[in-house]
């Protein structure tokens, strides 16, 4: 459990407060008493961070994480202890259309923020967040370890993957060296409340049944480890706190659900139907650019060295996920509904 006597009054800087994930992180950073400075590009009109009316709660900026000259003036000003890194260009099927922005944001983005923090004296802890689709993708039944051959076949694959190479550059090369802990987390398939981004299975699946439409799924047979948003997000926060105590556990982390809980698109679909109450689904065949069909991690280290385990099953995580949207268009609150789901979390029993 994230302990609210660490973070309280922690100053904490969040890139991609305005996203999925940095908003659902803002909100518990929040909850836990952090003092809060977020940046991002502007969220769109649909997106959590507007709907929760996060732009009054914490001091955000507009800011492009390739502009590096105007991030490093915003670190130094906001003198942080603790750095989250989550702003990216996050979607494969975007990353095919455009690549250049991709690796630049991915990429030249995230050694922009680790320049910047190794220019910030007050920085001590950093968790850098990419992606399980890190690794080079041999298609087989063995869940990926942290020390498994990095790759990618689509670019935004590969732009988080060398995103995992500028860390470890960071890491041995400035910041071990000054006593500043530097971690990635790589997260599995997270679903969650709030997310209306586009080329997503649930948010997709959301837009279709709430309009009368009907969901096609080009990949139902693609295999993910799925998890609510918040289980990486406690493997953050949890990371974070090892790390200010513990600089030298610096290095790779896999956060995920348990292997046996990875599970195909078809299935998620299903128990996503089930949950809806509605909702038409025409399963086709797979199309468009390539993306990976098998991919599971291995999860260990987190339990070992954190303490980390899942506390939700996949029928409760896509369950959650659900009845957030079903809320919140019947005009539930969505700051109200986010806490709604921290406070089941929190007294949730790990294992679901």
Not at 52 to 78: E, P, Q
Not at 261 to 277: C, K, M, N, P
């Amino acid at each position: 459990m994230p302990s609210g006597s660490f973070w309280r009054g922690r100053r904490v800087l969040l890139t991609g407060a305005t996203g999925f994930k940095g908003g659902w992180l803002a909100i518990w950073l929040r909850r836990l008493g952090a003092s809060v400075t977020g940046l991002g590009l502007e969220a769109p009109a649909l997106s959590l961070f507007e709907a929760s009316g996060l732009a009054g709660l914490i001091d955000n900026s507009i800011v492009d994480i390739r502009d590096a000259d105007t991030l490093s003036d915003l670190v130094r000003r906001a003198e942080p202890e603790i750095v989250f890194h989550l702003a990216a260009q996050p979607l494969v099927r975007a990353s095919y259309q455009s690549p250049v922005e991709t690796f630049a944001t991915n990429v030249q983005g995230t050694v922009n923020v680790l320049e910047a923090c190794r220019g910030a004296p007050s920085v001590r802890t950093i968790v850098a967040i990419t992606t399980d689709k890190v690794y080079a993708n041999l298609e087989h039944v063995l869940p990926y370890r942290e020390d498994d051959r990095l790759g990618g076949h689509d670019p935004y694959s590969a732009s988080k993957a060398a995103c995992e190479i500028a860390i470890d550059c960071y890491r041995r090369s400035f910041l071990a060296t000054a006593g500043v802990g530097l971690a990635s987390a790589r997260a599995g398939n997270v679903i969650g409340g709030g997310d209306w981004s586009q080329d997503r299975l649930l948010p997709d699946a959301v837009r279709a049944w709430s309009s009368g439409s009907t969901l096609v799924i080009r990949r139902p047979d693609a295999v993910r480890p799925w998890q609510h948003v918040l289980e990486p997000l406690a493997g953050y926060l949890l990371l974070a706190e090892r790390l200010s105590a513990q600089p030298d556990l610096a290095g790779a982390f896999n956060m995920g659900p348990h292997t046996h809980e990875a599970a195909d698109v078809r299935t998620v679909v299903e128990l996503a139907q089930r949950s809806y109450g509605a909702g038409v689904v025409e399963f086709g065949q797979a199309e468009g650019p390539h993306e990976a069909g098998l991919l599971t991690l291995e999860t260990a280290k987190a339990r070992s060295v954190l303490g980390l385990a899942p506390r939700w099953s996949l029928a409760q995580c896509v369950d959650r996920t659900m009845q957030w949207y079903r809320a919140f268009y019947d005009g539930g609150d969505a700051l109200s509904l986010c806490e709604r789901d921290i406070d089941g979390w929190e007294q949730a029993q790990c294992g679901g």
